[in-house]
Every structure is written in structure tokens, then in C-alpha cells.
């Protein structure tokens, strides 16, 4: 069975740092493309960023580009994404979720609450 | 920059009745849609991908179908479960991105 279990999340101030993480579990982790995407109180779906299995190719939504990070460990089956300069528009929820045939997600985690406020 | 539009923003239907959700892209993408269903505190399930396929497990009253820029969400029968959130979704190659509708929420009338 697949299941991807965020953590790390938190209440952290403007400015601050955070990195949340994901462990997978049920399936060939290294194959497969892993995405963040976010969802701010009472909002909808934000693509954040995704990693190819090997993570030879990056993506960043222009929102967090040179602020965040993803990375991934694949002898651990751990997605992580690093947030630096937080700001009060980045406060969602981050899910992590896996990415099929190149464009959707087909398993998603429970998502992890990220607060930025002073 | 690639947009979805989805519309209406809110449906109010009854139990039994058939929704009909609309998502229009702002170029064309070929066949290459997925939709989900998210209920509040609950993570987004996938419903539907390559614009009319179900996902694993979805009942057969889910149906999809467009290509190029408008695709719709069929739902035929609702039943209490079926009333949540609904996203389109879509990669665009120019610039490389994946982008969500901003969703129909289907509400019991």
C-alpha cells in the first residue's frame, strides 16, 4: 500500500527557516517524480515543486523560487523541502504527492500545517 | 502564463441530480487533465486523468471528457459523498509548470 506521511510542520516566525519532510512507503521510491504542493486556509492548490526520481531535474513555482529547496534521499524514501525567508503568504498546508505519466498526482499524504506569523 | 478556469465556482444540487463541472485552459494541452475531489481536513484524491480515465477505485458515475481547452466533470447521480471540492489540473511546457483550477465546490442545495 502506498502512503506518504509529512512532517515538520510548524508555527514559525517572518523570516524563519522550516523543512518539512515526507517518508514514503509501498512503492520503488527512486522511480518515481515527488512534488510539494500547497493549499493556503480556505484556498485552493498551489504547485510548489517537484524532483525527477534521480534528482537530476528541479522545478520551482516562481512563488518560492530562490527561497525553497526540495531534496530527496532515496535509500531513506524521503522527500524533504527546505524553506528559508518564510513570509506570511507562504502559511498553507504542504502536501507531498507522487507524480504519474509526467503530469498528475496519484498518492497523496495527509499534509502538514506550516504557520508563518510574528 | 497558463491558466484553468473552472466554472461555476459553486454548484447547489440535490442528491440524485447530475453535475456538470467545466474546466478551460488558456491554451491548448491536449488530452493531458486531471481532475480531484477534496472534502474538508481530507487530502486531494484523484478522480480522473488524461481528461476521461477514473482513477482506481472511482464508481462509473464519474465520467470525463474534452481535449485541447475545455474539459468537463461528469457527475451523474450525485450522491451525498460526491458533494466536496473539485480541481482540474495541468502541466503546461511553456514555461514548465503545473497548475490547478482555483475549484467548483458542489454543495448540497
Known amino acids: 500500500e502506498v502512503q506518504l506521511v509529512e512532517s515538520g510542520g510548524g508555527l514559525v516566525k517572518p523570516g524563519e527557516s522550516l523543512r518539512v519532510s515526507c517518508a514514503a512507503s509501498?512503492?520503488?521510491?527512486?522511480?518515481?517524480?515527488m512534488t510539494w504542493v500547497r493549499q493556503a486556509p480556505g484556498k485552493g492548490l498551489e504547485w510548489v515543486s517537484s524532483?525527477?526520481?534521480?534528482?537530476?531535474?528541479?522545478y520551482y513555482a516562481d512563488s518560492v523560487e530562490g527561497r525553497f529547496t526540495i531534496s530527496r534521499d532515496n535509500a531513506e524514501n524521503s522527500l524533504y523541502l527546505q524553506m528559508n525567508s518564510l513570509r506570511a503568504e507562504d502559511t498553507a498546508v504542504y502536501y507531498c504527492?507522487?507524480?504519474?505519466?509526467?503530469?498528475?498526482?496519484?498518492?497523496w499524504g495527509q499534509g502538514t500545517l506550516v504557520t508563518v506569523s510574528s | 502564463e497558463f491558466v484553468l478556469t473552472q466554472s461555476p465556482a459553486t454548484l447547489s444540487l440535490s442528491p440524485g441530480e447530475r453535475a456538470t463541472l467545466s474546466c478551460r485552459a488558456s491554451q491548448s494541452v491536449s488530452s493531458d487533465l486531471a481532475w480531484y475531489q477534496q472534502k474538508p481536513g481530507q487530502a486531494p484524491r484523484l478522480l480522473m486523468y488524461d481528461a476521461s480515465n477514473r482513477a482506481t477505485g472511482i464508481p462509473a458515475r464519474y465520467s470525463g471528457s474534452g481535449s485541447g481547452t475545455d474539459f468537463t466533470l461528469t457527475i451523474s447521480s450525485l450522491e451525498p459523498e460526491d458533494f466536496a471540492v473539485y480541481y482540474c489540473q495541468q502541466r503546461s511546457n511553456r514555461p514548465l509548470t503545473w497548475t490547478f483550477g482555483q475549484g467548483t465546490k458542489v454543495e448540497i442545495k
Open positions: 524532483i525527477r526520481g534521480g534528482s537530476d531535474y528541479i
Open positions: 504527492a507522487r507524480e504519474s505519466r509526467g503530469y498528475f498526482y496519484d498518492y
Open positions: 509501498g512503492f520503488t521510491f527512486s522511480l518515481y517524480t
